[in-house]
């Protein structure tokens, strides 16, 4: 017990989104992130909800390197970057991203989360504008919270809305607009040449968070600038190493040598938290390599997805619209979607409902997740599940 007032009021608040129906309950792994997992109380289910994209959690290269990475630097850093946690895996590893992303540098942070929050506060300030897609991630909607930027809004996904918004802007000293590559709970792909017209129009930079796209999308699974054409023509790019590039931690943003020196020297998650461990480091520096030598794995990734779309329409599910591996299906009511996702667990299928704050009111949905990773098998496992409960509770 602590503070008597804070207990009361919380466990009230628990007991209520238990009644609701919206307590998030969280389910134990017993195994390893697999396209297959054993989970606490089912057994074997086939995984639909993780980020493991391309498979590489259980990767053999990424986990050997792992392990070599703890025999060489230990188990961690103690120290922030600038005092003595800079080790040379992470000079190895910011060099590798920044070609990747075909930028001249790059910085790690310890998560996405982190490059986000980390991003704007030392860039501008009272005489810039910052310019978000109303449903960008939630560390970006952070990271603008700590900034002192003038802020605008503008309706997801739509050019008139950020023209607006842009023009609104002409007499700020910096305009800096900042989009998700890929929507996470949607599945959508930003319009980036369009969004990278009207920087251009308006003298903007252009920032993207393609934390869902790195590894995902474009040919060679460069992310959403590859899949436009666009590769390395988006001015800050933050993404994460955290799901397609072997699921560890970490984050990183890529950009000019200027921009990353200057983030290197102010970002507050950069010098006020630790260095990203030395051997996740090396973990997702195999990772890189891994994908950059089996590029294959992303045709896989896009074969998967388009069989598991093409037989959930066939079914008679809507999800939403798109060619990424979140395929989401909107139920409505959050509680309608937890219930739906844990019959799917009793049928096989390990599949997650999400509903407010994660979603909007009104908008709970199951959102599947395809990997590279997934045979037919269990695509089809997953599938007959989804057509059993879907039945059952009256959504087919
Ligand atoms: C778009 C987006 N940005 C950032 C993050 C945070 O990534 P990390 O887990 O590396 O902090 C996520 C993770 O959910 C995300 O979906």
Redesign the pocket.
């Known amino acids: 017990m602590v503070n008597q007032g804070l207990e009361t009021r919380l466990s009230s608040e628990l007991d209520s989104m238990l009644e609701r129906g919206t307590l998030k309950h969280l389910q134990e792994i017993e195994g390893r992130q697999s396209a297959v997992v054993e989970l606490e109380g089912y057994g074997e289910v086939v995984n639909l909800c993780s980020n493991n994209y391309l498979g590489l959690c259980d990767e053999p290269e990424v986990m050997d390197a792992i392990e070599a990475g703890v025999e060489r630097y230990g188990a961690g850093t103690s120290s922030v970057r600038f005092i003595c946690g800079t080790f040379t895996i992470h000079r190895e590893l910011e060099e590798a991203l920044a070609e990747f992303m075909g930028t001249e540098a790059s910085v790690t942070y310890t998560?996405?989360?982190n490059a986000?929050e980390g991003l704007f506060a030392p860039l501008l300030s009272e005489e810039d504008v910052l310019i978000s897609d109303e449903l960008n991630?939630a560390?970006i909607i952070d990271g603008i919270r700590l900034c002192k930027a003038r802020r605008a809004i503008y309706a997801h996904m739509e050019m008139d809305s950020l023209r607006e918004a842009l023009r609104a802007a002409e007499d700020a000293r910096h305009r800096l607009v900042v989009t998700?590559g890929v929507f996470?709970m949607e599945g959508e792909i930003a319009p980036l040449p369009e969004i990278r017209e009207l920087c251009d129009e308006h003298d903007a930079i252009m920032v993207i968070?393609d934390?869902?796209a790195t590894g995902v999308l474009g040919e060679t699974g460069h992310g959403t600038p590859e899949h436009y054409g666009m590769h390395g023509e988006i001015d800050i790019v933050t993404s994460?190493l955290?799901k397609a590039l072997g699921g560890m931690a970490g984050?990183f943003t890529a950009s000019s040598e200027t921009v990353v020196e200057y983030l290197v020297q102010n970002s507050r998650t950069q010098l006020f938290t630790n260095a990203l461990p030395p051997h996740s480091a090396c973990g997702a520096l195999a990772a890189v390599r891994h994908l950059e030598a089996h590029p294959e794995l992303v045709a896989k990734l896009r074969r998967n997805t388009a069989y598991f779309r093409e037989r959930l329409l066939e079914m008679g599910y809507r999800p939403i619209e798109g060619d990424t591996p979140i395929v989401p299906i909107i139920i409505g009511d959050t509680a309608d979607a937890i219930a739906l996702s844990r019959r799917l667990l009793d049928h096989g299928a390990f599949v997650i409902g999400f509903g407010f704050p994660v979603v909007p009111e009104g908008k709970a949905r199951i959102r599947c997740q395809i990997s590279a990773g997934h045979d037919t098998a269990h695509l089809d496992t997953a599938l007959d599940a989804l057509r059993k409960v879907g039945t059952e509770l009256g959504i087919l």
């Open positions: 998560s996405c989360w986000n991630h560390s998700d996470s968070d934390s869902h994460t955290g984050g």
